[in-house]
């Protein structure tokens, strides 16, 4: 992996005077919802709160901006901030006000009535097309509201946005101190990870993930594959894969490369010798246990077998550095949990240094309790692996050629 990450080369709020200042805060408040629209897990909300605090503490007037979902442009009272702020007021336990828009005479005036030590909410910043276009007016319009931007979302390091880049060109801007925690966290499996150093990588398509995969073999001593993508890499290898869901084409083409890639850079790169296959996708099926090189037509693979849990775990109790991106089957439903229960498990009591980012792993890590015992729990799946891929990340790049 070529890149490094010096984050002492970043200015951090911790040494700005923001006394009396308007600091405006890009803060990740992109939470799920549940099926009524109710924030359904707040920890992006309570990861934000050292920033926040501090800022109120040391007598700023703090204006948080976030996006919320995908609406594309459009004022969706679905996906309306109002509720992360009723939630964000009761974990602050003061009070949040909370602002109809993010640009506009009314946002102007919302900010110049606060007062030190008050925290204002805007509304969903891609109510607007603008914001996900960095379009320059409309970052403009947005650091009008501050003295001083203060970047705290992680989640959205690698999107260039308007909230999260375009308005850094206009103020000083420096780092917030989630998304420092993260830099400093990440940069060591970047930098120079105490080995062995494996990672364990999931989730659905080898394309989403072809550029980490490739920094990952050349970086790490061994790749452990589950999740649906590791049937691409069994079909690249001529197993039969029965109804699995497989990336034909491509995908199977960029498996094969990954395979090879791993053999010149000495990577051990594993795959399931057994997996856990149903008829459908459903609850409730009849499951059973076969090869993985040999699953029969008409049944889908949904989770990896026992011997490949076994073989997985094994690797990852030799381990010094951990990082898991990725469940290894359909953890939602019972029948197909195991395996990530099992590397769920396994990571946590690895007494290295262990890492897991991206939503899904993040949520079995949570579902079987063991998020307490995992070293460093990143806020962002996406910003994570464009961060291990060696992307430059357009959030801190704007950081550094920010007007100081």
Same mark, same amino acid.
């Given at each position: 992996?070529?890149?490094?990450?010096?984050?002492h080369e970043l200015p951090s709020v911790a040494g700005e005077?923001?006394?009396?200042?308007?600091?405006?805060?890009?803060?990740?408040?992109?939470?799920?919802?549940?099926?009524?629209?109710? =924030?359904?897990?707040?920890?992006? =909300?309570?990861?934000?709160?050292?920033? =926040?605090?501090?800022?109120?503490? /040391?007598?700023?007037?703090?204006?948080?901006?976030?996006?919320?979902?995908?609406?594309?442009?459009?004022?969706?009272?679905?996906?309306?901030?109002?509720?992360?702020?009723?939630?964000?007021? @009761?974990?602050?336990?003061?009070?949040?006000?909370?602002?109809?828009? +993010?640009?506009? !005479?009314?946002?102007?005036?919302?900010?110049?009535?606060?007062?030190?030590?008050?925290?204002?909410?805007? @509304? $969903?910043t891609r109510f607007h097309a603008e914001d996900s276009a $960095?379009?320059?007016?409309?970052?403009?319009?947005?650091?009008?509201?501050?003295?001083?931007?203060? $970047?705290?979302?992680?989640?959205?390091?690698?999107?260039? $946005?308007?909230?999260?880049?375009?308005?850094?060109?206009?103020i000083p801007a420096v780092t917030g101190f989630l998304l420092?925690?993260?830099?400093?966290?990440?940069?060591?499996?970047?930098?120079?990870?105490?080995?062995?150093?494996? +990672?364990?990588?999931?989730?659905?398509?080898?394309?989403?993930?072809?550029?980490?995969?490739?920094?990952?073999?050349?970086?790490?001593?061994?790749?452990?594959?589950?999740?649906?993508?590791?049937?691409?890499?069994?079909?690249?290898?001529?197993?039969?894969?029965?109804?699995?869901?497989?990336?034909?084409?491509?995908?199977?083409?960029?498996?094969?490369?990954?395979? !090879?890639?791993?053999?010149?850079?000495? +990577?051990?790169?594993?795959?399931?010798?057994?997996?856990?296959?149903?008829?459908?996708?459903?609850?409730?099926? !009849?499951?059973?246990?076969?090869?993985?090189?040999?699953?029969?037509?008409?049944?889908?693979?949904?989770?990896?077998?026992?011997?490949?849990?076994?073989?997985?775990?094994?690797?990852?109790?030799?381990?010094?550095?951990?990082?898991?991106?990725?469940?290894?089957?359909?953890? !939602?439903? @019972?029948?197909?949990?195991?395996?990530?229960?099992?590397?769920?498990?396994?990571?946590?009591?690895?007494?290295?240094?262990?890492? =897991?980012?991206?939503?899904?792993?993040?949520?079995?890590?949570?579902?079987?309790?063991?998020?307490?015992?995992?070293?460093?729990?990143?806020?962002?799946?996406?910003?994570?692996?464009?961060?291990?891929?060696?992307?430059?990340?357009?959030?801190? /790049?704007?950081?550094?050629?920010?007007?100081?």
């Amino acid at each position: 992996m070529s890149m490094s990450l010096d984050v002492h080369e970043l200015p951090s709020v911790a040494g700005e005077q923001v006394a009396g200042k308007r600091v405006l805060v890009r803060v990740d408040f992109n939470v799920p919802l549940d099926d009524d629209g109710m =924030i359904a897990d707040d920890t992006r =909300i309570a990861a934000s709160l050292p920033t =926040i605090e501090y800022l109120v503490q /040391e007598d700023a007037t703090v204006i948080l901006m976030s996006h919320l979902g995908r609406p594309k442009g459009v004022r969706d009272e679905r996906l309306s901030l109002h509720q992360v702020a009723d939630r964000l007021s @009761e974990l602050l336990e003061r009070p949040v006000g909370f602002v109809h828009d +993010c640009v506009g !005479e009314e946002v102007e005036a919302a900010v110049r009535d606060a007062n030190p030590g008050d925290v204002l909410l805007l @509304e $969903n910043t891609r109510f607007h097309a603008e914001d996900s276009a $960095n379009d320059p007016e409309f970052a403009r319009q947005l650091a009008r509201l501050g003295d001083l931007f203060v $970047n705290d979302a992680f989640g959205t390091v690698h999107r260039a $946005n308007a909230s999260t880049a375009g308005v850094a060109k206009y103020i000083p801007a420096v780092t917030g101190f989630l998304l420092e925690r993260e830099l400093q966290q990440l940069g060591h499996l970047v930098d120079a990870p105490n080995r062995p150093f494996t +990672c364990i990588v999931g989730g659905l398509k080898v394309t989403d993930k072809i550029g980490v995969l490739e920094s990952l073999v050349s970086h790490a001593d061994a790749v452990l594959v589950g999740g649906a993508m590791a049937f691409t890499f069994l079909k690249a290898k001529g197993a039969s894969t029965g109804a699995s869901f497989v990336e034909d084409g491509e995908g199977v083409e960029l498996a094969r490369r990954i395979i !090879e890639l791993a053999e010149e850079e000495e +990577c051990t790169l594993m795959l399931p010798v057994d997996v856990v296959v149903a008829p459908k996708l459903a609850e409730d099926q !009849e499951t059973q246990v076969v090869p993985a090189d040999a699953i029969p037509d008409g049944l889908m693979g949904l989770d990896i077998g026992p011997r490949t849990r076994m073989l997985y775990e094994a690797r990852i109790a030799d381990a010094h550095t951990v990082f898991w991106n990725g469940p290894m089957g359909v953890f !939602e439903i @019972e029948d197909f949990a195991d395996g990530t229960r099992a590397i769920a498990d396994a990571v946590a009591a690895n007494p290295g240094f262990t890492v =897991i980012g991206g939503g899904d792993s993040v949520a079995a890590a949570n579902q079987f309790r063991v998020a307490e015992r995992i070293g460093h729990i990143s806020t962002g799946g996406g910003a994570s692996l464009a961060l291990l891929e060696g992307e430059a990340l357009p959030g801190i /790049e704007a950081i550094r050629e920010a007007p100081q």
